[in-house]
């Protein structure tokens, strides 16, 4: 009879889907998170133009990653 523990090891196929399948999510919720602060912006305000909205982001993701300055 065989013993069963929590972890298994995977064979590479196996273990080559899961990340692909992990990737594919992240993938996913990137865009779905990128449509839903669209529709927010939207409703926000109507008359922005939608270029706007990825300059403002763009930026607000530059400040965020940039280094402090001295």
Do not use: C, G
Not at 32 to 55: G, I, N, V, W
Not at 59 to 67: F, G, I, V
Request: hydrophobic share 35%; charged share 30%; proline share 7%.
């Amino acid at each position: 009879m065989h013993q069963y523990t929590d972890v298994l090891p995977l064979s590479d196929s196996k273990a080559r889907r899961k990340e692909q399948d992990v990737r594919r999510m992240q993938f996913r919720r990137a865009i779905e998170s990128y449509a839903e602060q669209r529709q927010l912006h939207a409703l926000l305000d109507p008359f922005a133009e939608p270029s706007a909205f990825s300059a403002q982001q763009a930026w607000a993701e530059n400040r965020r990653s940039a280094p402090p300055a001295h």
